[in-house]
């Protein structure tokens, strides 16, 4: 199997190089599990905001990374938008997106408690690699349907024409590859 070697935050990590389609494939940079990696890249992370209030991740991948930064950071709580209606969810706001990895339309999702908490409220986006931005896009609009200000979108890794963009903050770049 080939690999992509990453160096980021002092780490070396080989990451498997997954087909997407016949014309496209990624290294594999899954966060979920790697303690390690999420510890370091946090605090390096978190050097690159500007002030905010809140911090938000879609489900799952980020997850880890938003706790880690969220405790550097000195905050109480952050937040997940589901990718899911829950039952126990109070008149849920709504985006819908579709990303690389999932190449299917997905909702986000964030209850009534949420859109409280983020309303007047300076956002930091937080995600462990954003790529075609689709996934960030749904997460701020969802946001600002919600009374949010996003005043940052961050996350570990920028892959392919992601890294190019001035608009979001990342440790480290990380290529695609085209057939």
Known sequence: MDTYTLKVAGLTRELPIIPI??????????????T??????????????????VLVTAEAKGIPLIYELSKVLGMKSYIVARKSIKPYMDSPLVSEVTSITTQKKQLL?????????????RIAIVDDVISTGH?????????????????????????????NRDDILFLEKLPLFTK
Do not use: N, W, Y
């Open 109 to 121: 999702c964030l209850d009534q408690q949420d859109v409280e908490a983020v309303k007047g409220k």
């Open 135 to 163: 996934s960030i896009q749904a997460l701020e609009a969802l946001i600002t349907k919600a009374g949010g200000d996003v005043r940052a979108k961050a996350a570990i890794l920028a892959e392919g024409e992601a890294a």
């Open 36 to 53: 390690e990696l999420v510890s370091k890249t946090a605090p390096m992370l978190a050097k690159k905001l500007p002030p905010v209030d």
């Open 21 to 34: 389609d016949e014309h496209l494939s990624i290294a594999s940079f899954v966060i979920l599990g790697d």
